[in-house]
C-alpha cells in the first residue's frame, strides 16, 4: 500500500446509521489530516459516540465508506481494529473492573503482543519475553501519564476522572496511530480540564499521534483542536478551524436547541 | 513470593505424607479429592475466570471416563497412555461445544450446557453405543499396579499418580491463567466490547477457553474412572455438574487454589452430612453450603486472601 504523507489518516465519507426509526448518522463526511488534533462536537445525541462506533466497528455503517490509513476499514473485523492502530476510550467508562490498573493497561497491549494458549500454559520462552515486554510497556504510559503510583490499585476503587485517565493509558497501551477519546474531560474540575488539554498536545507530539476528540468542555476543543468539525441530528453542520466553527450560526443554533 | 513457594512445598510434603499416614480408604478419597481438584480448576477457568457459566460439565467428566475406559477395556490401553488421550478428546468436544454456545450468554448458556448435562447419561446408554459403552452395566477396569516393583500397594501407587498428574494439571493452568491468555479471559468476562477494540478475538478465546476447560475436566473424569475402576451412565448425572459449580462457588471463582478447597468440599462435606443425618443428608448439606457462602462470600479463597491481607496491614 502507498501511503502518501499528503493522505489523510481517517477518511469518512456518507456514513449513515439508523436505530430502528432513529437516524444517528445521516451522510456525514469528514477526513482527519494526519498529526492533527480534531475536535467532534455537538449537542446531545448528535451522533459523536456513533460515529467512533463505526470506526471502531462496534456498529456496521448502513450507507457510507470509513477508510484509515489508505484501507477501507468495514471489511475488518472488530477484534483487528487496534492492530491497524486505532485506539480508544469510552464514554461511560469500559474498563476491566475486577483487575488493577496495571492489568488493565496490559490488556492494552495485547494486539502488539504474540503467545497463544500453549505458549502461555508451557511458558515457552517467547511467551516469558513478551509478558515481560507487556509489563514494561505498560509501566512506561502509566509513568508517561503520571500515574506509576497507582499501578497496583484495583481500578474499580479510583474515582472517575483517573479511571478515564487509566482508560486513555490503556488506549496509548496499544501503541495508536490514530487515537479517538469521547469525552475524556468529564469529570474533571476546570484547572484539570486545563492540564488535560497540556497533556494531550504533549502527547501528540511525544507519540506522533493523530487525534479525534469528542468533547463538551469547549474551551478544551477549542484551546487544542487544530480543526472541528460539528454534528447535529446526525448531519455535518459546521467543519473549520477553530475561531470560524464557534460562531457559525448552525452551531450557535444547534447548542442554543433552537 | 518467597512465602508462596515455602507454602507450596509444604503443601506438596503433606500431600506425599498423607497416604502413609491414613487407611487405604482414606486414601482413595484423598485420590478423588485431588480429581475434583482438576475438574473444579477447568470448570473455573470457564466459569470464574471467562464468564461462561456451565450446568453440564459433568458430562466432559462422563466423556474423559469414558474415553479412558474404553481404551483400557477395548484396546489394552495402559493407564497413563488413556488420561492424555481422554483430555484431547475432550479438548476438541469442548471447543467444538463453545463454538454454538458463542451465540449464548448467562441463561441461555446455562441451559444449553444443562441440555448437555442431563443428555449425557442417556447417550451413554443408547444402544448402538452399547458394544463400547457396555449400555447401562457401564465398563469395570482394573487397578494398575505400581510399577518398576515399587512396594506401593495399589490405591497409594494411584494416588501418587494422581498426585503427579494434577500438580502437572495445576502448572499448566497457573502459567496459562496468569500472562496475556489469563488477563483476555477475564476482560472479555468483564467488558466484552472493550475487550474486542483491545484487540482480543472474543469468539476464537471463549470457544478456546471452553475446550481448555472440557480438557482440564476430562482429565479429572479419566483419573476418576481409573480410582473408582468403574463407569457407568448413572453416576454422571446433572447432579455432578451441579456439585461442580457448588465446588468453584464455595471454594472460590476466579481463583486456582480455590479448586482444592472445592474439592475437599465436595468430597468430604456430604459423608459429614451423612453421619450427622442419615435421614437427610442433603439437607444437611445444604445448610453446610449456605453457611460457607453465607461466611465466605468470595469462597475460601476469597476469605484466605482477605485474611491475609488484613495480617499484612497490621
Ligand atoms: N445502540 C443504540 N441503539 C439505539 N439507539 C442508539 C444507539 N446508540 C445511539 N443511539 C441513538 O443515536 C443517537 C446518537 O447517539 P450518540 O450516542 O451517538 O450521541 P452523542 O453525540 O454521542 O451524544 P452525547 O453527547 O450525549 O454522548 C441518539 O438518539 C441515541 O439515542
Ligand atoms: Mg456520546
Redesign the pocket.
Known sequence: MVQSEAQPLLRVKDVA?H??G?V??DGVSFEVARGRIVGLI????????????CVSRL?DCDRGEIAFDGGSLLAVPRHRVAALGIGRTF?NLALFRSMSVLDNVMVGYHCRSRGGFLANALRLPHAVRAERRTAAKAREVLALLGLGALAAKPVAELPFGTQKRVELARALASEPKLLLL??PASGLNHEEVGELGALIRELRERLQLTILL?E?HMSLVMGIADWVVA?NF?RRIAEGAPHEVRLHPELVRAYLGG | MRGRILFLGVLIVVACALPFLVSSYRTFQLTLVLVYAIALLGLNILTGYNGQISLGHGAFYALGAYCAAILIDKAGAPYWAVVPAAGGVCLVAGFLFGLPALRLEGLYLALATFALGVAMPQLLKYHHLEKWTGGVQGIVIAKPEAPFGIPLEADRWLYFFTLAVTLIMFVLGWNLLRGRIGRALVAIRDQHTASEAMGIHNALYKSLAFGVSAMFTGVAGALGALAVQFVAPDSFGVFLSIVFLVGIVVGGLASISGALYGALFIQFIPNIADEISKAAPWAIFGVFMIGFVYLMPTGVAGAIRLLLTRRRAQ
Do not use: C, R, S, W
Open positions: 446509521v436505530f430502528g432513529i444517528a448518522l455537538g449537542p446531545n445525541g448528535a451522533g459523536k459516540t456513533t460515529l467512533f462506533n456498529y464514554q469521547d469525552e469528542v463538551h454534528l446526525g
